[in-house]
């Protein structure tokens, strides 16, 4: 029988899209929640961190618009900053969560001009407190949803990010 994991970790970690063409706007939705809240402790620069995004036409920039829900809004910065080649989004923690409550959030990229093989994205936490990374799971409950799961983990001890990079998958 499989054990589930213990400790601080991603309690929810899923991924959405809303298109599937090539070279168009695709708007991502992020549901996560962690099993300790989040301290939002700005003098560690605590960051919430996708990876495994490669293959967008996006541009990297430090103003990435987020579009968070409500309680999300409380708990992340409302930008970001995307480094294309790396396939790296990461958010500023700017207050406390609260340990079981999901916050989504939504941003867009531009899909690849072509389509590409699956591969695996992953959410990850720098800057706070050590919790266990996360595989990104489909969520199904769009008819468009997006094939990217797990691919980078962070160090939690140096708020360093260890990074697999992958393509999404752009066939379904």
Request: hydrophobic share 40%; with cysteine.
């Amino acid at each position: 029988a499989l054990q589930e994991a213990t400790g601080p970790r991603f309690h929810v970690a899923k991924i959405r899209s809303s298109s599937s063409y090539p070279g168009t706007t695709n708007e991502l939705t992020v549901t996560w929640s962690t099993t300790v809240p989040l301290q939002g402790n700005t003098q560690t620069r605590e960051r919430l961190i996708l990876s495994g995004l490669t293959g967008s036409l996006t541009p990297d920039t430090d103003d990435l618009t987020i579009l968070p829900d409500p309680a999300c809004a409380l708990v992340l910065a409302t930008t970001g900053t995307w480094r294309a080649a790396s396939g790296i989004l990461e958010l500023h923690v700017v207050a406390p969560s609260t340990a079981g409550a999901e916050y989504t959030f939504r941003f867009c990229l531009c899909n690849p001009a072509q389509t590409s093989a699956a591969s695996p994205a992953y959410l990850a936490l720098a800057g706070g407190a050590a919790v266990q990374g996360a595989r990104l799971a489909i969520d199904a409950s769009s008819a468009d949803s997006i094939a990217v799961q797990g691919a980078a983990e962070a160090v939690a001890a140096g708020a360093r990010i260890h990074e697999t990079h992958g393509q999404l998958d752009r066939s379904w």
